[in-house]
């Protein structure tokens, strides 16, 4: 699952982060609630199956922010976390349109738990399993990528890089959007990490014979397309 995970205290967030990306799913990280919003509404057009969202964050806090998401139309499944375990806390993170609550300091196997039950309860239509650009079609349920019928063998991260960018189809993406979206902030923008590793998807998808789909943007960073 694509999950957005709102939250400032960079301890918790890494902590999080970590975590669902070692149980195979693709976090995005932001630190306060104008962002949050920001991106669960779209405007980065990258769609999110779950949002993780933290009650007490610089800017906007998580009430704040969940109430105006359904207000808005947006029906992405959320999970507050929050310190305060309150009885009145807990109903008006749900009052404001939360699906669940998790109270901190809690056990990862839990917050996982939750995110497959909340996981469970969406609409088959909101979740798009199927990525396609031109032959080449990425299962996202199975993790199965395949071209002309040949199947690429991908590493997690190579999978992860392989749906931002097929979910970016026909886009240039940067370099830096990149790192935080697959590497959630681990590297600096000085790495070449991505570099790398857009290397290795490049000779798996662009063999001999094939048309090119990964595409070098000169002075902006890459994209996946059926032509340059």
């Not at 998401?69 to 349109?97: I, W």
């Not at 917050?111 to 909101?126: C, E, F, N, Y």
């Not at 199927?130 to 991260?157: F, K, N």
């Not at 189809?169 to 590497?183: D, H």
Request: hydrophobic residues 40%; glycine residues 8%; aromatic residues 6%.
């Amino acid at each position: 699952m694509r999950v957005l995970l709102a939250e400032d205290d960079p301890r918790i967030a890494g902590f999080i982060s970590k975590g669902l990306t070692e149980e195979g799913h693709l976090v995005q990280t932001v630190v306060d609630g104008e962002q949050a919003l920001d991106y669960a509404l779209g405007s980065n057009e990258t769609p999110f199956d779950i949002i993780v969202l933290d009650i007490l964050m610089p800017k906007r806090d998580g009430i704040s922010v969940c109430r105006e998401l359904r207000t808005r139309g947006c029906h992405t499944p959320v999970l507050m976390l929050t310190a305060m375990d309150g009885l009145n806390d807990r109903v008006r993170g749900l009052d404001s349109g939360a699906d669940d609550y998790l109270v901190k300091p809690f056990a990862f196997p839990e917050l996982v738990a939750r995110l497959r039950a909340l996981g469970r309860r969406m609409p088959i239509t909101t979740l798009s399993h199927l990525l396609q650009v031109g032959d080449l079609v990425l299962d996202t349920t199975s993790h199965v990528a395949q071209r002309g019928g040949r199947r690429i063998e991908l590493s997690p991260r190579e999978y992860h890089l392989l749906e931002y960018l097929m979910r970016h189809a026909g886009r240039p993406v940067s370099r830096t959007n990149i790192l935080q979206a697959i590497w959630s902030f681990d590297y600096d923008g000085a790495s070449n990490v991505v570099d790398v590793y857009v290397g290795y998807l490049r000779r798996k998808i662009d063999q001999q014979g094939e048309i090119p789909l990964m595409h070098t943007v000169r002075g902006v960073g890459y994209k996946i397309a059926e032509s340059s």
